[in-house]
């Protein structure tokens, strides 16, 4: 009789503690056809952090670990300050677009309430169990910008849909009789799909004896690619513990692996809800090229730094591109773009032009058309922002056929006169990155020094 007293008192000091750190929770219809369901646990006002976790629980895509993978979740991350949602997503039986979509819509709730459910839109993650592990990275790797998440937890996660080195059942019931088909395979097996400054920062927690998702060619593979690409990753591998450990106490690591998922959540950076957000939209020495750990290294990633976490940076550089659109590799035509613009950004810096210089793309008449056209597009978005045009750092050498001269005398004169027109600030790049020690040895992009240099300058533009 005294055991069962004590159960019971152990209950009810449980359920006061859960009532503690969950303040509200509820449930809504995720899918017109009602099957697909988002389970929410809100933690206290005066708790919450404005954090967001939307989790999608495993099961091979042909059933869910609703409890160990999803609702025993809820405490750890409430206790945090950190929304929880638990998505019941619809299987696919061959169809990737079904739980997809069901993963695109719970994202885009969850940011659509922020303001309700005292959500910082800009620190809405998502996390994912083995085969929602693959659906969690998916929508990390494909999204468009308004529902990719800005971090990823990914517990032993399928990545890939080789079915020769995956899980088989995840990729007969992810692609069905598209798994024979390599462009759907590469397509969706996600360590090839990851970007830099795109795909964003993901923890991966795995067991080293599981022997239903091997690590090397899923989840390890995919940490290998976010290190390659620059991107934010951490790797924590077990040394025992297999499959589908979830949140289950008698997982011989099961408290580490807490303090460690804890501690990577504390020290993840995330703007305020109010951030004045920036766009850095450029070519590769935006990108940061020639940096390693160009997402913490490259100049929109030191630019964050000095101005600290009432701004918002975001890195839209991409490697080869180019102001004009008779180029070689026009910026306008590429997802870079698209994904700057829906960020809705309050400043903008374009620094597009030194691969405009290369004679095959050198166009004075469409640079400065096309330049315009960016210009009056950016100024219609709902944000209207502040528009600062930076001139292209020096070419030390002539290398692939960009030239210091045609950027002197071609490039800068046509963003000077279309500042004067619209009225818009310069930031003289030209004229402070000067010493060829900031310069890597191909003379056109900066070290990580440059790229400190080059974010002092436009740091200071925008403070001013």
């Known amino acids: 009789m005294e055991k069962v007293i004590s159960l019971m008192f152990m209950l009810a000091v449980s359920a006061s503690l859960w009532a503690q750190h969950t303040a509200r929770s509820f449930e809504w219809k995720n899918s017109a056809d009602g099957e697909s369901v988002v389970y929410a646990y809100l933690p206290a006002s005066s708790q919450a952090t404005g954090r967001a976790v939307v989790d999608c629980p495993g099961g091979g895509y042909t059933h869910l670990a609703m409890q160990k993978e999803g609702t025993d979740w809820a405490e750890y991350f409430n206790k945090k300050g950190i929304a929880y949602f638990v998505l019941k997503y619809r299987m696919p039986h061959g169809d990737r677009n079904i739980p997809l979509s069901d993963a695109y819509h719970a994202m885009k709730t969850v940011r659509d309430s922020a303001a309700v459910w005292n959500i910082n839109p800009s620190d809405v993650g998502i996390m994912g169990f083995s085969a929602g592990g693959h659906l969690a990275s998916t929508v990390s790797t494909h999204a468009d910008l308004p529902v990719r998440p800005n971090f990823s937890i990914l517990f032993y996660p399928v990545i890939s849909m080789d079915e020769k080195v995956t899980h088989k059942g995840s990729v007969n019931g992810f692609l069905g009789s598209g798994k024979t088909d390599p462009s759907l395979v590469r397509a969706f097996s996600n360590d090839k799909q990851v970007s830099s400054h795109a795909t964003p920062p993901a923890i991966i927690l795995l067991a080293n004896d599981d022997q239903a998702v091997y690590p090397p060619t899923n989840g390890v593979a995919y940490y290998t690619a976010m290190r390659g690409k620059g991107n934010q990753a951490s790797l924590y591998v077990y040394p025992e513990g297999g499959h589908g450990f979830g949140f289950n106490p008698s997982f011989p690591y099961h408290q580490q692996m807490l303090d460690d998922l804890a501690t990577w959540l504390r020290t993840l950076s995330a703007p305020q809800k109010d951030a004045i957000r920036v766009a850095c939209i450029g070519n590769s020495i ?25 701004y918002f940076v975001r890195n ?76 292209p750092i020096k070419a030390f050498k002539v290398q692939w056929g960009i030239n210091d001269s045609t950027i002197v005398n071609g490039v800068i004169p046509i963003i000077q006169k279309l500042a004067k027109k619209n009225k818009l600030p310069v930031i003289d790049l030209h004229a402070v990155v000067t010493d060829p020690n900031l310069i890597v040895a191909d003379g056109i992009h900066p070290n990580a020094k440059g790229a400190a240099v080059i974010a002092k300058a436009v740091g200071e533009a925008i403070k001013k």
């Open 316 to 391: 839209f550089g991409i490697g080869a591109s180019c102001m004009a659109s008779t180029s070689e590799k026009p910026y306008m035509k590429l997802r870079a773009w698209k994904d700057a613009k829906d960020f809705n950004p309050n400043l903008v810096v374009i620094k597009l032009g030194t691969n405009d210089s290369k004679p095959q793309n050198w166009n004075p008449d469409d640079y400065r058309r096309t330049y315009q056209a960016m210009i009056d597009t950016l100024k219609s978005l709902p944000a209207h922002p502040k528009i600062y045009l930076a001139y």
């Open 286 to 310: 935006t990108f940061g090229s020639c940096i390693d750990m160009n997402d913490v290294l490259g100049y929109p990633a030191q630019l964050q730094k000095l101005l600290g976490s009432g």
